[in-house]
């Protein structure tokens, strides 16, 4: 069973997986920052590549853009 392939899961999937509403996904997605794929019209994650993204740091990096530009730290949708 170890050798499965990892299941693509969905937006919403990845906004409960995070803690974050689906607009913060939808904003990452068109900023292209969070790992994702389109598939006809939804877009899919690998919970594995959203984790690696997110231990990389480089989730952390939109929050304080977003904050340096003078919307303290909200992302909006």
């Known amino acids: 069973m170890a050798n499965e392939p990892e299941k693509w899961s969905s937006l919403e999937e ?3 997986h995070l803690g974050v509403s689906k607009d ?3 904003n ?3 900023k292209d920052v969070i790992p994702h794929r389109r ?3 939804q ?3 690998k919970i594995s590549e959203v984790d690696a993204w997110v231990d990389s740091g ?4 939109i929050e304080w853009a977003a ?3 003078g919307s303290k730290g909200r992302v909006s949708g």
């Not at 480089?58 to 990096?61: G, I």
């Open 43 to 45: 877009f899919k994650f």
């Open 24 to 26: 913060t996904i939808r």
């Open 14 to 16: 990845i906004a409960e």
């Open 28 to 30: 990452w997605i068109k």
């Open 39 to 41: 598939i006809g019209k």
């Open 67 to 69: 904050y340096d530009n």
């Open 58 to 61: 480089k989730s952390a990096e």
